[in-house]
């Protein structure tokens, strides 16, 4: 058995896991992009060490925020978590918002020399070729290769343009055809024993509960936080500074305006809103098999109590 605790941003994914833990003697593995980064905890949500003490956590801190880290090695740990979690008797949680991940071990999406180091040196090529000529060149260019993928990736997202070209270029197969492949397979086969719970709210219940969270992350050190990793040279252009609120931060920082003010609150809970809602799109388009549960009637304990009888 695996349970999936999925949804967006500040819906009570890592309460409800915890509590569905708690009933099954369960153990969760992280489905979140920025949580895999060490050193920041306070912006990403992560659990306490006091509910890592109670509960098993996998997939938190995996590496530094200056190390590369991909899908397909997230779903490389997620599933070697899972075959040991289940070899000890346990029960595996798999909760986080970050869909692509959740999506990669649930549906077992193939990664095609994801890894591989042309693949990356291709990538590494093209993102050069944007910076000199610029996004709307590059993804003419992939327009021309594979026109499909172009029209489903928005010409500014450099990185996914980067990607599907490199991906053409190796596979001497289409990008799209690919993702096409990937989308059946979500459609047509959800692994036997799997529970895919889609946790929801009401619109403005939500975007209260990414306002409250906002403010209390400055409460709890979140500048200092973004400092401390200034101070330790991680770049303000890694990929994983440019995570909201961290580059909402840190752009405060280097132009001098006060960190701690209301703007750059406002400006992180309205980042995070339009985050959500993509989120939202995400797994009501990608997730045909998920159960929706309105985590709003009640609270975690009773969520998860409702969960484990569906």
């Given amino acids: ?89 346990r029960m595996p949680i798999l909760a986080g918002g970050t869909g692509f991940y959740i999506n990669a071990v649930v549906y077992g999406t193939e990664f095609a020399g994801e890894q591989g180091a042309a693949e990356n040196a291709l990538r590494d090529q093209f993102a050069t070729q944007a910076a000199e000529n610029g996004a709307q060149y590059l993804h003419d260019l992939l327009a021309m290769r594979d026109a499909a993928a172009a029209a489903a990736i928005h010409p500014n997202n450099i990185k996914r343009v980067a990607r599907a070209l490199a991906f053409v270029e190796i596979n001497g197969t289409l990008f799209s055809s690919h993702n096409d492949a990937q989308r059946s397979k979500r459609t047509h086969t959800l692994p036997p024993d799997t529970r895919f719970i889609l946790l929801t709210h009401p619109r403005d219940a939500l975007y209260a509960r990414i306002n409250a969270r906002t403010n209390a992350m400055f409460r709890n050190g979140f500048v200092q936080e973004v400092q401390g990793l200034l101070a330790a040279g991680f770049s303000p252009d890694l990929p994983a500074m440019q995570a909201i609120g961290y580059r909402e931060v840190t752009r405060a920082i280097q132009s001098g305006m006060d960190p701690q003010s209301a703007l750059v609150r406002s400006e992180i809970a309205q980042a995070t809103r339009r985050y959500a809602k993509r989120q939202t799109t995400w797994f009501n388009n990608s997730s045909p098999h998920a159960v929706y549960v309105d985590a709003s009637c009640g609270d975690a304990k009773s969520i998860a109590h409702k969960i484990l009888y569906l």
């Fill in 1 to 89: 058995m695996l349970y999936v605790i999925a949804g967006a941003t500040a819906s009570g994914k890592t309460a409800v896991a915890i509590e569905l833990a708690r009933l099954t003697g369960g153990e969760i593995i992280s489905a979140d992009s920025v949580q895999v980064y060490r050193r920041m905890d306070i912006g990403t949500a992560k659990p306490t060490l006091e509910e890592r003490g109670e509960i098993s956590h996998h997939l938190l801190d995996v590496v530094a925020p200056n190390e590369p880290f991909s899908a397909a090695q997230y779903q490389a740990l997620a599933n070697a978590a899972i075959a040991d979690i289940h070899a000890r008797g």
